[in-house]
């Protein structure tokens, strides 16, 4: 298959202007491997809020068109989202035993000129996208470093990353912030309130209980989102909704050190008891090439669907005729699928070369305590301690999420 060579581009923007060019060293441009467009964001923040203060809820972002059972509107409130860089916000003691939550967002380089945000066409055939004779779309972030010879940070390597102050997380491509750099590790957060119409079919809601969530230095390495078209991708759909169907693969790869979940006033004040997760790891996989795609598609009635596909069954002619169709077309077949039973050992074992089928998290230390940071160094008195939880080898052997029309 020929690919399209296209001119590798960095973008820098600086917050509505577009920043001088730089010269690039040897090193950074050791770091160019292909083509595809690399997009860098320097001095990023974003942050929305609430204004209270407006009429009408004119600055109000709100969710609307669902109901309660009894026929109830119920709004989701978005009081404060942000995106920023390292102490983008915090939570302040009020000294009465309760917390206030303060977003002030610092800014945060998303990628950089040699570790940018990938915008590439990939050959299919490629052993690590499994998508035979296709032109495959891809948006990247950079690859995963290598932790004794494993380059998957999170399963069976995960431990020396994850504890001991994780000092092997900071071999990422993107660097914590330092004084001498701004660094490419995010700090996100948003604040939402259900309120629920009291009683039906009057102006008056009454709050619920606020949720607040700050994510602080979030690495997304090795993270990638892939799309291509398939005529003969069928799924649920029927023959007149195949002209909607667009196969996709996602990898998200998440590391955090400190997470935080806490219930606050719609002013962010009196925030009680939070739920503080010290180091969260995820590595979760959604379609495996054409092995096993994610379909994305619209349905006849305007809703759109997220489908991951089912294994081909052996003991169907539909069945035989997929995995005849993979054998066929898979380049390196006769090395892991010979047979059927060669195919489900290689994809329930995790072992078809160049692509991973279970997703991994992990949990760390988590605490119920008043919403500080102070647990970072350890348990306070009071905490009650969750225990750390893993989660390895899941598999999504089918989905099938369709969403629907509610306030009709």
């Known amino acids: 298959m020929k690919r399209p060579v296209a001119l590798l581009t960095s973008i820098l923007l600086s917050g509505l202007s577009i920043a001088d060019l730089a010269p690039m060293s040897d090193e950074d441009l050791s770091g160019v491997d292909g083509a595809g467009l690399g997009v860098v964001l320097e001095d990023f923040t974003f942050h929305a809020t609430t204004d209270s203060s407006q009429?009408?809820?004119?600055?109000?972002?709100?969710?609307?068109?669902?109901?309660t059972s009894d026929g109830r509107d119920v709004e989701v409130?978005?009081?404060?989202?942000?995106?920023?860089?390292?102490d983008s916000a915090s939570f302040i003691d009020n000294g009465d035993g309760t917390s206030s939550f303060v977003v002030d967002p610092t800014s945060v380089n998303i990628g950089r000129l040699n570790n940018p945000l990938e915008i590439s066409q990939r050959d299919g055939d490629d052993l690590d996208v499994r998508a035979p004779n296709k032109g495959v779309l891809e948006i990247s972030r950079s690859k995963l470093p290598v932790i004794d010879g494993d380059p998957v940070w999170i399963g069976a390597k995960m431990d020396p990353c994850l504890k001991a102050g994780a000092s092997e997380c900071s071999k990422f491509a993107s660097r914590e912030a330092t004084a001498d750099?701004?660094?490419?590790?995010?700090?996100?957060?948003?604040?939402i309130n259900t309120?629920?119409?009291?009683?039906?079919?009057?102006?008056?809601?009454?709050?619920?209980?606020p949720l607040t969530l700050y994510v602080k230095e979030a690495s997304f390495d090795g993270s990638y989102v892939r799309f291509w078209g398939d005529e003969n991708a069928t799924g649920s759909e029927t023959d007149a909704e195949q002209r909607n169907i667009t196969l996709a693969n996602v990898r998200l790869n998440m590391y955090a050190p400190d997470v935080m979940i806490a219930s606050c006033?719609?002013?962010?004040?009196?925030?009680?008891d939070a739920v503080h997760i010290k180091h969260l790891g995820l590595d979760l996989i959604v379609g495996v090439g054409e092995i096993q795609p994610a379909m994305l598609s619209v349905t006849s009635d305007g809703n759109f669907r997220v489908e991951v596909e089912a294994l081909p069954n052996p003991t169907t002619p539909e069945g035989v005729a997929r995995l005849a169709n993979l054998r066929a077309d898979m380049p390196d077949s006769d090395a892991w699928m010979k047979t059927d039973k060669d195919f489900y050992d290689s994809y329930y074992n995790d072992t078809i070369p160049g692509v991973k089928t279970k997703s991994n998290f992990y949990i760390g230390d988590p605490t119920v305590s008043n919403p500080t940071f102070d647990t970072a160094g350890g348990m306070k008195v009071g905490d009650v301690y969750l225990g750390t939880s893993k989660i390895e080898g899941l598999q999504i052997q089918y989905m099938k999420m369709t969403t629907h029309d509610i306030g009709g």
């Open 55 to 67: 009429p009408d809820d004119q600055s109000l972002f709100k969710i609307t068109g669902i109901k």
């Open 77 to 86: 409130r978005v009081n404060n989202v942000f995106i920023g860089g390292k």
């Open 181 to 191: 750099y701004r660094g490419e590790r995010i700090d996100f957060g948003l604040d």
């Open 195 to 209: 309120a629920f119409q009291s009683p039906a079919d009057s102006t008056v809601y009454d709050d619920g209980s």
């Open 265 to 272: 006033g719609v002013d962010g004040a009196n925030c009680g």
